[in-house]
């Protein structure tokens, strides 16, 4: 006779055997996989470790070229905010850029009131500090490749300079109008405006480790990278700083901000009359082999001009 209760029983101790059978199953999977999980090796921890040497080793220098280039354009944008102040000011006064004197017209005094509401275009993102922010008495206060020039300290502030100017920036002295003879440079060789034939040619406002220079064409390069020679007779060097890899950024004339050649700084029209055929170009005979004899021959891997 068919009994319905042990049929359940049977099925229950059924039930319960298979769902053991199940459970051991998945223990064993959940212990198999455990021992799977512990961890890498130490090989394959050397090996992601290589991996990220290598990558760290291949993007580096690329991301430290796109850091570069990011402060050149940021320098750049500076220059032309400087353009149009200079413009500012010209427009203002009748055309004309400050009247210089001996004691008096610097463009930081001159254009005061168009740039202290924004003083951060002071300065080039490469520069990294000024040279005496403290002001402190004997201490060099002149830039260099990397530093500002400035704050102008009391105790040097005679011949009329603004104590607490700074910058890393200078201007080409001959743009200024100028209110008598200037470091021996005769009146007619001034550009005096921006509004001259062959504007584009013309350097303004320009990377510079002083606030000026009157630079001519028979001055000589840095003989070394960093190299200084403060006689106002010798000025390029003033410019012809290795800021951004063998340029610098200078606004002309005719407000255009580009790159120039540390070589080039020797073929553009500084003054009325700059020989721009002197010893330091092509046009005047340079070879290669002379920028290697000049110093220690750092300046001879740039491009020639």
């Keep these: 006779m068919y009994n319905f209760s042990n049929e359940v029983m049977y099925l229950n101790r059924l039930y319960v055997c298979n769902n053991g059978r199940v459970r051991r199953i998945f223990e064993e999977r959940r212990k198999s996989m455990r021992r799977k999980s512990k961890g890498f090796t130490l090989i394959e921890l050397l090996v992601v470790i290589a991996i990220i040497a290598l990558l760290m080793a291949i993007l580096m220098p690329a991301l430290q070229r796109v850091k570069k280039q990011a402060k050149t354009v940021i320098c750049q944008s500076n220059l032309k905010q400087w353009g149009t102040l200079f413009m500012m000011y010209t427009d203002n006064n009748n055309g004309n850029f400050p009247t210089r004197k001996g004691d008096s017209g610097r463009w930081m005094d001159s254009l005061w009131d168009y740039y202290s509401s924004n003083e951060d275009i002071r300065l080039c993102p490469q ?131 580009r790159k120039v050649g540390l070589k080039e700084l020797w073929t553009i029209n500084w003054h009325k009359g700059f020989n721009k055929a002197n010893a330091w170009t092509l046009a005047g005979g340079v070879t290669t082999q002379d920028w290697k004899n000049w110093g220690d021959g750092w300046m001879a891997k740039f491009r020639n001009y």
């Design 127 to 257: 520069v990294k500090k000024l040279a005496n922010p403290e002001g402190t008495s004997g201490v060099n206060w002149w830039g260099d490749t990397f530093m500002a020039w400035g704050p102008i300290p009391t105790w040097d502030s005679g011949g009329g300079r603004t104590a607490g100017q700074y910058g890393s920036y200078g201007i080409n002295g001959y743009v200024y109008v100028p209110g008598e003879e200037l470091y021996g440079n005769k009146l007619e060789v001034f550009w005096r405006t921006p509004n001259v034939r062959g504007a584009a040619t013309v350097p303004m406002f320009m990377d510079c480790y002083f606030w000026c220079g009157w630079p001519h064409s028979d001055n000589t390069p840095p003989q070394y990278d960093g190299w200084q020679e403060r006689n106002d007779d010798n000025a390029m060097n003033r410019y012809c700083l290795n800021r951004h890899d063998g340029n610098i950024n200078a606004l002309f004339l005719d407000y255009n901000v």
